[in-house]
Every structure is written in structure tokens, then in C-alpha cells.
């Protein structure tokens, strides 16, 4: 089982930036398509972005324009630069990794809050 371990998250003032980070275990980010995920206190989990293992890259309506979703092959990471941060953007901030032919991994997440 691939391990996820998100950073990066903290208090935030609206209109600020964060940037998380997702590490996994082992040489598999280049050949899996990563993902973001957040849930907010009470609510659903909901999909943010994917970067697919070619590169393309896809985002909730929600944060388009405002967040980016990168990789680095060589350090096994997945990254969330999110821009221009609104309270709605607050939330737990999950890691998912898929391959074919094995079930999603998750990581534990990291804390995002947004203040007004």
C-alpha cells in the first residue's frame, strides 16, 4: 500500500496563499493520477484537482483560476498551490493516488482554515 503524507496546511487571512504538499512512498507519482480532495466541517468530501501521469490537469469549478495542481516526478510529490483563499476554502485538505488495477490511496490530510 502506497503511504501519502499531506503538509503544508495553517490559518490563512482571506486573499492569502498556501501551498500543500502530498509525499508518497516509493517511485509511483509519475505513473499515477493524483488528486486533491477537501472536506469542510459537516459537509461531503469533494474532489479540488487531479493531475493525470501526462500531465493534464482538472479542477473543481470552485477554485478554477485560483489553485494549481503540480507534480515532481523526482521527489514523489504532488503539490496545491491555492491563490486568492476564501473562507469556503476551508476544510481538510486530502491526498488520493490512483492506479489501475489497485484501490485509491488515501493520506491523512492537513488542515486548511481561511479567515475573513
Known amino acids: 500500500q502506497v503511504q501519502l503524507v499531506e503538509s503544508g496546511g495553517g490559518l490563512v487571512q482571506a486573499g492569502g496563499s498556501l501551498r500543500l504538499s502530498c509525499a508518497a512512498s516509493g517511485s509511483i507519482v509519475s505513473i499515477a493520477t493524483m488528486n486533491w480532495y477537501r472536506q469542510a466541517p459537516g459537509k461531503q468530501r469533494e474532489w479540488v484537482a487531479t493531475?493525470?501521469?501526462?500531465?493534464?490537469?482538472n479542477y473543481a469549478d470552485s477554485v478554477k483560476g485560483r489553485f494549481t495542481i503540480s507534480r515532481d516526478n523526482a521527489k514523489n510529490a504532488v503539490y496545491l498551490q491555492g491563490n486568492s483563499l476564501k473562507p469556503e476554502d476551508t476544510g481538510v485538505y486530502y491526498c488520493r493516488l490512483d492506479r489501475k488495477y489497485y484501490s485509491p490511496s488515501w493520506g491523512q490530510g492537513t488542515q486548511v482554515t481561511v479567515s475573513s
Open positions: 493531475i493525470t501521469s501526462g500531465g493534464s490537469t
